[in-house]
Nanobody, 119 residues
Framework: QVQLVESGGGLVQAGGSLRLSCAAS????????RSWYRQTPGKQRELVAA???????NYGDSAKGRFTISRDNAKNTVYLQMNSLKPEDTAVYYC?????????????WGQGTQVTVSS
């Protein structure tokens, strides 16, 4: 069983920065995609950023130019550096992992961490 634990959320003023971390425990296949999603009340969860085990990245439109996703495979940890934060970035941020196992696709979510950006 895979567990994802996020940390680093909190309250920050507009223009500030936060760094989220997501540590994974359990067995994750070496070929995988680690992602960050976010969700606000009444809205669908949206992709913020994703990174493959090879280091290729993809960003949602809201994150481009301001957020950077990275990973430390040795630590099974993925990071999201968020700069120039805006009030509209306020959301619960969720860590996510996807990989193909011998039994089919596997998807796991973290419990979420709250990010609040004040104006």
């Amino acid at each position: 069983q895979v567990q994802l634990v996020e940390s680093g959320g909190g309250l920050v003023q507009a223009g500030g920065s936060l760094r989220l971390s997501c540590a994974a425990s359990g067995t994750i296949f070496s070929t995988n995609i680690r992602s960050w999603y976010r969700q606000t009340p009444g809205k669908q969860r949206e992709l913020v950023a994703a990174i493959t085990s090879g280091g290729s990245t993809n960003y949602g439109d809201s994150a481009k130019g301001r957020f950077t996703i990275s990973r430390d495979n040795a630590k099974n940890t993925v990071y999201l550096q968020m700069n120039s934060l805006k009030p509209e970035d306020t959301a619960v941020y969720y860590c996510h992992v996807y990989y193909q196992s011998g039994l089919g696709p596997k998807v796991y979510w973290g419990q979420g961490t709250q990010v609040t950006v004040s104006s």
